[in-house]
């Protein structure tokens, strides 16, 4: 499974962008995906996650009413609409799928088991 992660970029505080994540292979629809991130000296940590068919969505309580995972099954491709954007939203953001099929979206990042390259947000106050 590859994973092509784009749409970050430079944007300044209060303002959105959003991100996607387009997956090679026959079986995207079977798999939960999920949005991870990572700032600088800091951890990877769960931002969203989305089930198999779009109809479980969970977010991490910092980016939740702000952000907005959805999945187009027909595309093979997530998305991750952002708004409101703050400095501390500043990260690369990695897209994660798990192969578990049918299975529950989960918030770790040991679940999943592949990821795209990362794509840079950086929003400026």
């Known amino acids: 499974v590859q994973l092509q992660a784009s749409g970050g970029g430079l944007v300044q505080a209060g303002g959105s962008l959003r991100l996607s994540c387009a997956a090679g292979g026959h079986t995207f629809s079977r798999f939960n995906m999920g949005w991870f991130r990572q700032a600088p000296g800091k951890e990877r940590e769960f931002v969203a996650t989305?089930?198999?068919?779009?109809?479980?969505?969970s977010y991490a309580d910092s980016v939740k009413d702000r952000f907005t995972i959805s999945r187009d099954n027909a595309k093979n491709t997530m998305y991750l609409q952002m708004t409101s954007l703050k400095p501390d939203d500043t990260a690369v953001y990695y897209c994660?799928?798990?192969?578990?099929?049918?299975?529950?979206?989960?918030?770790?990042?040991?679940?999943?088991?592949?990821w795209g390259q990362g794509t840079l947000v950086t929003v400026s106050s």
């Open positions: 989305i089930g198999w068919a779009g109809d479980r969505t």
């Open positions: 994660g799928i798990r192969r578990v099929p049918y299975g529950v979206p989960s918030t770790r990042s040991p679940d999943y088991d592949y």
